[in-house]
């Protein structure tokens, strides 16, 4: 199982980014993905989670309406695009299968967005 993650970078708030991530090594198409995202001196957490057909989309309270979660199940990657962000979404996004999130090797490097001005 790999998650390799990319699209990270700085950006000034307001300003947008479209995070992908390539996930190898199991059957993508039969498991829900989420975005996680972990900043300094904080726990990680879910912001967006999709279902394996691309069904049904949940959202953290703090970016809903800014971010938008999809698939493409032909290429086994995961999207997220972020609009709107602000200084408080700088952080190190990883995508993960909650389902094996539980194993710590499985976890990709993450890539980083930086909001500032």
């Known amino acids: 199982v790999q998650f390799v993650e990319s699209g990270g970078g700085l950006v000034q708030p307001g300003g947008s980014l479209r995070l992908s991530c390539a996930a190898s090594g199991f059957t993508f198409s039969s498991y829900t993905m989420s975005w996680y995202r972990q900043a300094p001196g904080k726990e990680r957490e879910s912001v967006a989670i999709i279902t394996g057909a691309g069904g049904t989309r949940n959202y953290a309270d703090s970016v809903k309406g800014r971010f938008t979660i999809s698939r493409d199940n032909a290429k086994n990657t995961v999207y997220l695009q972020m609009n709107s962000l602000k200084p408080e979404d700088t952080a190190v996004y990883y995508c993960?299968?909650?389902?094996?999130?539980?194993?710590?090797?499985?976890w990709g490097q993450g890539t980083q967005v930086t909001v500032s001005s």
């Open positions: 993960n299968a909650p389902s094996l999130a539980m194993v710590r090797r499985y």
